[in-house]
């Protein structure tokens, strides 16, 4: 069920909200709509579906013989953690997420790549689902592993990271102390989700991985290099996209 045992039940209970959806075992997520058109030029012949859970749209399709749902999520850990948890009540088992981040790492720079394989949490979601303050949400290993290393395949000289990612609500919260700090404790990037979605999937026993690609640099002396129009961004998106979707057809 939903709720874990001395926990009470939702009163919304996406189990019931969602009872006779049924969606594929395995979903990429996207946070834009230039990551969406990049996966669906790569899917080809698709077909546009309701998703169950706060999303702009979602399709089906087919990549290399495998069901797969391609969902642009809204924004944010709140909306994107419930997404996750209504697509596992009705049947994704596996799903990677894909999206931009913001470099706290110097060595990493607009057009790197970040497979995260722990993150740090500074949004709200993900405490409704792991209370504990201590909690280290990670992804699945096996499916970050297999990834990153896709990743590394495609990568054509540029970085690829294993470290952390801090989650963040406010994006204009992001204070030079902390991006120092949380540099020094093993983070690399910081975005908006992708703790609250390693929390959400751990929760429901569901695979989750995530992959970035760095959009802008938050630099130690307090400058801020935005990359977003960049090619390099793109053509990092495109790995990314091209990694995770054949990640989740052949793993």
């Known amino acids: ?36 058109r990049i996966a669906l030029n790569r899917l080809g012949a698709r077909r546009r579906v ?52 913001g470099s706290i790492n110097p060595r990493l720079r607009v057009g790197d790549l970040v497979a995260p394989s722990w993150a740090l949490r500074e949004e709200g979601a993900s405490f409704h689902y792991m209370p504990d303050p201590s909690y280290t949400p990670k992804p699945s290993e096996p499916l970050a592993s297999a990834l990153y290393e896709e990743l590394l395949r ?39 989700e992708a703790s609250a979605l390693m929390t959400v999937a751990d929760y429901r026993g569901v695979d989750l991985a995530v992959a970035v690609a760095i959009s802008d640099e938050l630099r130690h002396d307090g400058t801020w290099i935005n990359g977003y129009m960049s090619r390099r961004l793109s053509n990092a998106t495109r790995i990314a996209v091209e990694a995770s979707l054949n990640v989740l057809a052949t793993i």
């Open 50 to 101: 309701k998703a169950p859970g706060p999303a702009y749209s979602a399709y089906e399709a087919k990549y290399a013989g495998s069901e797969v749902l391609v969902v642009l999520s809204f924004p944010g850990a709140p909306l994107a953690v419930g997404l996750v948890d209504a697509l596992s009540c009705c049947g994704a088992r596996r799903m990677v997420a894909v999206g931009w981040a």
């Open 1 to 36: 069920m939903c709720f874990r045992r001395g926990e009470g039940r939702p009163v919304i209970d996406p189990e019931r909200l969602y009872a006779g959806v049924s969606v594929p075992e395995r979903v990429l997520i996207v946070f834009h709509l230039r990551i969406l």
């Open 154 to 192: 495609r990568a054509k000289g540029r970085r690829v990271s294993r470290g952390g990612i801090w989650s963040i609500d406010a994006p204009y919260r992001e204070t030079l102390d902390k991006v120092v700090k949380y540099h020094n404790l093993g983070v690399d990037a910081v975005d908006m």
